[in-house]
């Protein structure tokens, strides 16, 4: 218990002073996280949208691949990356392991699914009238997909923070992919939160541990608080 | 009908343009995270990649040195920490430059397959076999053989003495082998899966000896993480003595005959830096002023005692 009280003290030092090793692997943190958000939403949400209306055999079927890889074990898609990125793997060539591009890539490819999922629920759920309206009013078909995608576009704000928050709190391709690296620049550097955690437990650095996971629910916290405010306005 | 459709054409332009952010502040992102690494000084900083044996890291010895290195040759030092037999993977898959690992028999191999090149050996050091303070094996200041023999032969009978192995195909994993080998049993059959006594932690040494600490088990670990770690734990060193227990590190470039983009040059500098007197002077000394006595010893001087050629400790690579 008092390891407890100590570390959260400790942690809330750490917190407070901006420690700067705390900081920029936080800050690497989001920028890793975010980056394969975005490119996981540029794809995810196209292809949910053209999955969602498009008419073609074997739709459930996708439908239901997709919801199976939502739980894609983290480890599996570290492998994965590993091996295709490993100098001696298929694009070995672009030197990828061990960066934060590669982070990036285990990252988009882990939470694709999920997002494409959850896309197709939020265009599926829109109301039905106002497709019917939109349809019946003449709109063309990129008109009636923007306006659809408007009307739901709540649901895809959250598909977008499910995303985000599954990359951010993911440690087992982080690590296999990232290698946990602390160099001297901040880009060369594949420490994240996750990986830090594991890392400075394992060494018996508890407070610096909660420290990086209170940094890490705060993260998470705020993403959250940002959508439902959003969302209720 | 004319309202709606001027309606759409707005919102449509300003998802457009909305589209066309993200995908650019995505591409921005992805430049600062790949590009920077290249782009900060003028002169483009050499990379180093290494793969290490976890003792050298969790006892922050390289994070000592690198930054002596970083400075005097401008490159930038990459470490990733694994156990010996991870190191050599990626070495034998060329995702590194160097490797420090500490398995001579593994090490020969890698040699004699042709993926390591100029192995120099840089530090020296002891393993320990450190358990509970109330030694419920009774293996204080035994030989190793006999201590290992004890544990095997009481965590059979006691639910209370257990050994926690490394279980990583670590260097400190096949000293464990190998000293139950010397005390005459196969690893397969009479230690691994023989009871709840024998455990794998499947881990680096820090973690090792955090988790043996947890369970009040013994562990082997090398002394210098043990060291490290120890105003931490409760476990005390019972075993330190016996020839089998020494522990050797070298370190040695991946072959750039096989992997023509490794960075040979900087690989060869920070093996030469290793073994510069300067160098092994703060090998030696590292740890003195916090642990009270050095966690490594210095090569140079001893290769007789430790067991290899004169070169492989003095000349530098070319």
């Not at chain 1, 896309?119 to 709109?139: E, H, N, Q």
């Not at chain 2, 898959?93 to 004699?112: L, S």
């Not at chain 2, 006999?146 to 965590?155: D, P």
């Not at chain 2, 770690?229 to 050797?248: A, M, P, Q, R, S």
């Amino acid at each position: 218990m008092y390891e407890i009280v100590e570390g959260v003290l400790e942690a809330l030092r750490l917190i407070v002073t901006l420690d700067p090793d705390v900081m920029a692997i936080a800050v690497r943190s989001i920028v890793i996280s975010l980056t394969a958000t975005i490119i996981a939403s540029i794809f995810a949400i196209p292809l949910g949208a053209a999955i969602n209306f498009g008419t073609f055999p074997g739709r459930k079927s996708l439908i239901n691949l997709i919801q199976t890889l939502y739980s894609l074990p983290t480890v599996i898609v570290g492998l994965l990356i590993f091996l295709l990125i490993s100098r001696v793997g298929p694009f070995g060539f672009m030197r990828l392991l061990f960066t934060p591009t590669a982070m990036i890539i285990a990252q988009t490819i882990l939470i694709l699914p999920i997002m494409t999922g959850l896309t197709i629920s939020a265009l599926s759920a829109v109301d039905p009238v106002i497709r019917d309206t939109l349809r019946s009013l003449g709109a063309t078909r990129l008109q009636f997909l923007v306006n659809v995608l408007k009307e739901a576009r709540f649901a895809i704000l959250a598909t977008v923070a499910v995303g985000f928050g599954r990359a951010i709190s993911e440690v087992g391709a982080a690590i296999l992919v990232g290698g946990n690296i602390a160099a001297s620049s901040f880009a060369s550097s594949t420490r994240v939160l996750t990986t830090a955690i594991s890392l400075e437990t394992s060494m018996g650095n508890i407070s610096q541990s909660i420290a990086l996971g209170i940094v890490l629910l705060v993260i998470a916290l705020g993403v959250n608080l940002a959508i439902t405010t959003v969302q209720h306005r | 009908m004319h309202v709606l459709r001027y309606f759409c054409l707005i919102t449509m332009h300003r998802r457009i343009i909305f589209a066309v952010a993200t995908i650019m502040v995505a591409l921005m992102l992805i430049c600062g995270c790949t590009g920077t690494t290249t782009d900060p000084t003028p002169v483009e900083k050499q990379q180093l990649r290494i793969a290490t044996t976890t003792s050298l890291y969790d006892t922050k010895l390289l994070d000592h040195l690198t930054p002596i290195f970083e400075e005097k040759y401008n490159a930038e030092v990459l470490v990733v920490s694994a156990g010996t037999g991870k190191a050599l993977e990626y070495g034998q898959r060329g995702d590194v430059d160097v490797m420090m690992v500490h398995d001579r028999a593994r090490e020969d191999t890698f040699i004699a397959d042709g993926y390591g090149i100029d192995r120099r050996v840089f530090a020296y050091n002891y393993f320990v076999l450190v358990g509970p303070e109330s030694d419920p094996a009774g293996v204080k200041a035994m030989a190793p053989e006999a201590a290992f023999t004890a544990i095997r032969e009481k965590g059979m009978a006691d639910k209370n003495v257990v050994f926690v192995s490394r279980g990583d195909a670590s260097g400190t994993h096949s000293k464990e082998k190998a000293i139950w080998k010397a005390a005459g049993f196969n690893y397969s059959a009479d230690v691994q899966g023989s009871g709840d006594w024998y455990q794998e932690a499947g881990t680096g040494m820090g973690a090792t000896l955090t988790m043996t600490n947890e369970k009040e088990a013994y562990t082997l670990s090398d002394i210098g993480t043990y060291l490290a770690y120890k105003g931490d734990l409760k476990l005390v060193t019972l075993v330190d003595e016996g020839d089998i227990l020494l522990n050797v590190y070298s370190v040695m470039q991946i072959n750039p005959e096989k992997f023509p983009e490794t960075n040979s040059t900087i690989a060869k500098d920070w093996i030469n830096f290793l073994i510069s007197d300067d160098i092994q002077k703060e090998i030696g000394s590292f740890g003195v002023d916090k642990y009270g006595q050095p966690l490594f010893y210095a090569a140079q001087n001893d290769w007789e005692k430790i067991g290899v050629a004169e070169a492989e400790v003095k000349n530098p690579v070319a």
